[in-house]
């Protein structure tokens, strides 16, 4: 059931914010067009032995909407989370994102590596190098903007089940698109496949953490070679890995226990 969200001001935004079980802190950073609903669903199994704390990242959901494509610098993000964390009274959590809150996780760990006790990364697909399906994400947005986010979401879940994705997949990852500002969701559509945080990944192999990654196959969006790549760079890196979506978002309990395992590894 969900809870009245706080507020916690960031960078002239407020940032709606869940915190619910005990335990070890673990802050999560959804993925684009995603938001804490979605987060808290995949994560409720985790509260009986973490303190989880989502938050519907800038743009989304019940935070501020932001229709400045350069509002969505990635830098200005991580702040997002650091005014979080702040909030809460947290000086260092297990951090994790999926997606785009995987880009954003993995820049706060390389700015402060002091407040992170374990990274998890699931689904990455930024790191140095844009997202490359970024002019399909963008063709999205386009979309988006002419016909609505209904159509949207219609057209996606055609487009999976072409890809051999079943509806009802398609359809949890469209299910909170409704939640959000139409203009804000465009912005934040064409602005974040374009991230591209780093020269190298020479800044991942310096951090020391252990960092954990889930990737999965058959997802042009996020694609299962970055998570390889950053799992490999990293000198403490783990690499879980499932054969498609549909598995990952097919299964209520999968991200609970993928992480539980990530963090034991």
Known sequence: M?????????????????????GPALLFAHSLGSCRH?????????????????????GHCSSTPVTDQARYD???????MVAVLDDVGVPQAIVAGESMGAATALLFATVHPKRVQHLLL?????????????EMITALADFAAQYGLQAAADA????????????RIAQVVTAHWSHHQLDSF??????????????SLSPIAALRMP???LGWGGDPTRPLSLAR?????????????????????????????????LLEG
Request: hydrophobic share 45%.
């Open 156 to 167: 996606v879940a055609l487009g999976a089940m072409g890809r051999g994705i079943p509806r």
């Open 122 to 134: 699931i689904a990455p697909t930024s790191a140095d190098e844009a997202n490359p399906a970024s």
């Open 74 to 80: 990635p830098r200005r993000m991580v702040g997002d």
């Open 2 to 22: 969900s809870q009245q969200p706080r507020s916690v001001r960031s960078d002239d935004l407020t940032i709606a914010v869940e915190v619910f079980g005990k």
């Open 211 to 213: 960092i954990g990654v």
């Open 229 to 261: 790549r950053i799992a490999a760079a990293a000198r403490r890196g783990r690499l879980e890995s499932a054969e498609s979506l549909a598995e990952a978002a097919g299964d209520p309990q999968f991200y609970a226990r993928t992480i539980r395992r």
């Open 38 to 58: 979605q987060a808290r669903q995949l994560l409720q199994p985790l509260a009986e032995s973490f303190q989880v704390i989502v938050f519907d990242q800038r």
């Open 186 to 199: 465009v912005a934040a559509h064409r602005a974040v496949p374009k991230w591209v945080l780093f020269d």
